[in-house]
């Protein structure tokens, strides 16, 4: 049986779901060892293994701060071991989901083990990406892929082509990286599912994307992540309350402060400006929280609270600026445009936006702020257009969106 039949056909009766059995035997593996791996005498083995189910908890949760305590105990274990090549590869990896760029470069740089194999060759060109270098990083995902066909590589390619408007050839290497997939490997498959209904919820396709976000959840039940995704669909449906109720739903097992201002954000919509300010000020505090832990993550995320959320055009600036320091793009070049034009300042907005334009990406929600923009700084057939181009993409864009 294919995976894709696999997914399709539903999970085998159990007593907990994917998710549940997942994190259960991430657990036990914790606690065979607990903090006794670091300690000498130890193997390469021992240790590998243990930071590696830290660093699969906390992704699976979605535990920034898990993410960022673990990486004292990835050093202190890579100085324990004679081979810490994998180690350096799982430094890497930590520090790009924390958007911390340069060290994730360094790493690969300084460490040919962990660069010259395929899960960090595809990291190389995920940096790439994220510093709006496409064609390199296309060039890398291609060279991947013709030496192994592997999966990564396909849905990083796949996601070029998303962003640059070709949906059919992105739709195709998602299902091709799929195919790369084994039986055991159902939250891979789930993620690409996901990223198939972003796909098409990103032209308008509601009944499609609902159709993929449904296959990620019977291939990997559970998962909050994918209720995240349902909610998102809900919400822009208009089925607000229902959206409500899933995100509520997801914060008490999952409290990330994007989530809360996403909820606060549909209270506004919903005209229920008590739970709104509750979820907003939740969310400030957790952006602020990991903050002052040293945290980089949410520079993007502070960037768009200040300016859709909690409207502050200043901070909104100062945010985006920080956040553009580290990886500029399309972007992170948009989300100063759009911040600048909430501290009043339409034709410095105009020329970012004109730089986020320029990176070739076709995306409706990015050409509907370009059009807003392009408007204040009284440019009406640049603005005109970029309207027109938004609705061509997606007919049904919607007033509530989540940043992906």
């Avoid at 995240?228 to 449906?237: D, F, K, S, T």
């Amino acid at each position: 049986m294919s995976l894709a039949q696999v997914a399709a056909a539903g999970p085998a009766a159990a007593p907990a779901t994917e998710f549940a059995g997942e994190l259960a035997r991430i657990e036990a593996t914790i606690a065979s060892s607990r903090d006794d791996a670091l300690v000498a005498p130890t193997d390469t083995e021992t240790v590998t293994i243990y930071l590696d189910a830290r660093y699969r908890r906390a992704m699976l949760t979605g535990d920034l701060g898990a993410l960022a305590r673990l990486e004292p105990l990835i050093v202190r274990g890579i100085a324990l071991i004679p081979h810490p090549g994998d180690l350096h590869l799982l430094r890497a990896r930590l520090a790009f989901h924390l958007h911390r760029l340069a060290d994730a470069a360094r790493i690969l740089d300084a460490v040919a083990p962990a660069r010259a194999c395929a899960e960090g060759e595809v990291l190389l060109a995920d940096l790439d990406v994220q510093h709006g270098r496409w064609a390199r990083a296309a060039a890398r995902y291609e060279a991947i892929i013709a030496k192994g066909r592997h999966w990564g590589a396909l849905a990083g390619l796949a996601y070029l082509h998303f962003k640059t408007g070709d949906a059919a050839r992105a739709d195709r290497l998602y299902a091709e990286a799929a195919d790369e997939l084994t039986a055991k490997e159902m939250r891979s498959y789930a993620a690409l599912e996901l990223q198939r209904g972003v796909l098409d919820l990103a032209h308008g396709r509601h009944a499609d994307a609902a159709a993929h976000y449904a296959r990620a959840a019977r291939a990997y039940s559970g998962w909050w992540l994918v209720d995240e995704h349902m909610a998102e669909l809900l919400a822009v449906e208009g089925d607000r309350a229902g959206a409500a109720a899933l995100y509520e739903r997801i914060l008490a097992a999952v409290a990330r402060p994007e989530l809360h201002q996403l909820l606060g954000q549909l209270y506004v919509l919903m005209e229920w400006p008590g739970r709104a300010r509750s979820h907003l000020v939740q969310a400030r505090a957790g952006y602020r929280a990991s903050i002052r832990a040293g945290g980089v993550h949410y520079y993007h995320h502070l960037a768009d609270f200040y300016a859709e959320a909690m409207v502050d055009g200043a901070k909104a600036v100062d945010w985006a600026r920080r956040d553009l320091a580290l990886r500029e793009n399309c972007s992170t070049q948009a989300a100063l445009a759009w911040a600048l034009l909430r501290d009043g300042r339409p034709g410095e907005a105009a020329e970012w936006m004109d730089r986020a334009l320029a990176s070739g990406v076709r995306d409706a929600h990015l050409f509907a702020q370009a059009a807003a923009i392009f408007a204040a700084a009284g440019l009406p057939e640049k603005s005109a257009q970029c309207r027109d181009e938004s609705r061509a993409i997606n007919p049904r864009l919607s007033r509530f969106h989540v940043h992906r």
